[in-house]
């Protein structure tokens, strides 16, 4: 079996195993949804030799931690990447079954983010058949609900995640650690900065009352309509001109709205929500309480700005120390298989700034397009799931000599 898996490794074999196992995030639901596909990478790297782990976080869902030892055991380099996928309605194709075409295959999660986790172990699995070390201890790391509420990889850097190996807190990983790469879409491209996120709900009340006697009484329907007006005209328009490197400005769009009971009844509430797209150096919370404020202020007694119910940080660009020094250490690994090293920001967010609020010089690289992640045709250019790997072999195995079995070689 251990020749199977270091044979198929960097094919399409593995991930078409990978898709193969429904991983959808159960958002709210108590269903250990991400658990068999933990199970199937702790089984895959214990056959490579690695000693791996569950971690359960919540109702039964597992994070997943596997430890390949290194030349240099005093300094870690972290993968990690998340298990969980998105909803499967509306997909094309039958969703747990990989189909291959003119050099794509189809499934749901084949990019977003069993490509690259396929990389990852594919890259392990060639450093583990030449029987050379990777450079430094290589821990890899698959979590649950990156695409919810995120508490996988808050689990993974807690006090119970797995990153003190001596249980005395003398051993934090983040002392160790030397960068993590976050398996993610990127097209073969270097992230190094993302955007964050607050989103929240604004709630407008009134009397309510008979539609038929309007005049007098405040309409919840109206209030959010100018509620929105104003997030428009004058909040997206301030952020607008608020540019940043790399990732542009931070940005906000009404999302939702609802509101009313009846065609012939004033409403007595009526709810919008927002998303504001955070950037580096923007607190989510602050974020928030000012918008709170400016709102409640502007519409005295007809809107409540309800706390966040989702927040995630930016990942700022690393120019500086250890950070750009990490960037740069992918970068030389992406010029050797001909990729651009400059390193690109995204509006959207990864696990990335949570490792790197950790303390971690993180960077966010992968196989597949994020332009194809959570659509009904969902696929990656096995193409890029192949040079992926090669470039996750070369960073891992810098300074140890000749990359193993390398395309070409």
């Known amino acids: 079996m251990q020749h199977h898996i270091l044979q198929c490794s960097t094919d399409e074999t593995l991930l078409a195993e990978l898709v193969a196992i429904p991983s959808v995030n159960p958002r709210e639901q108590a269903v250990a949804a991400e658990t068999p596909l933990a199970e199937f990478v702790a089984d895959y790297c214990r056959r490579l030799g690695m000693t791996a782990r569950l971690d359960e976080v919540a109702d039964g869902r597992c994070n997943v931690v596997a430890t390949m030892p290194g030349r240099r055991t005093d300094e870690w380099l972290l993968l990690e990447t998340h298990l969980d996928t998105v909803e499967t309605e509306g997909m094309a194709l039958d969703p747990f079954t990989a189909h291959v075409r003119d050099g794509r295959l189809y499934g749901r999660g084949a990019c977003d983010a069993k490509g690259p986790l396929a990389a990852f172990l594919s890259a392990l699995a060639r450093i583990a058949a030449s029987g050379r070390p990777p450079e430094r201890t290589v821990v890899l790391a698959g979590v649950i609900d990156e695409e919810h509420r995120y508490r996988g990889v808050t689990h993974l850097l807690g006090p119970d995640g797995g990153t003190d190996t001596t249980g005395d807190g003398s051993d934090r990983f983040a002392a160790r650690c030397a960068g993590a790469v976050v398996g993610e879409p990127t097209s073969l491209a270097l992230v190094v900065a993302h955007k964050g996120v607050m989103r929240c709900r604004i709630v407008a009340t009134g009397p309510g009352g008979h539609s038929s006697l309007p005049e007098g009484r405040v309409n919840p329907v109206e209030t959010a309509a100018e509620v929105v007006r104003h997030l428009r005209a004058e909040v997206a328009t301030r952020l607008a001109r608020q540019q940043r490197p790399l990732v542009g400005a931070p940005t906000l769009v009404t999302t939702q709205i609802s509101g009313g009971s009846g065609p012939n009844v004033l409403p007595e509430r009526c709810e919008i929500t927002i998303d504001r797209r955070t950037v580096g150096g923007e607190e989510p919370m602050q974020v928030w309480r000012e918008l709170k404020d400016e709102l409640e202020s502007h519409f005295p007694g007809l809107v409540e700005v309800a706390p966040p119910h989702v927040v995630d940080h930016a990942l700022p660009a690393q120019n500086e120390g250890t950070g750009a ?49 959570h659509t009904p045709r969902e696929f990656i250019e096995l193409s890029q799931l192949a040079t992926a790997t090669d470039v996750l072999v070369t960073l891992l195995t810098t300074g140890s000599g000749r990359t193993p079995g390398g395309h070409g070689d």
């Open 325 to 373: 020094a990490f960037s740069a250490e992918v970068g030389r690994a992406l010029t050797a298989h001909g990729l651009d090293p400059t390193g690109i920001g995204v509006g959207h967010g990864t696990d990335a700034s949570k490792i790197c609020r950790a303390g971690i010089p993180s960077v966010v690289f992968g196989p597949g397009s994020m332009t194809e992640a």
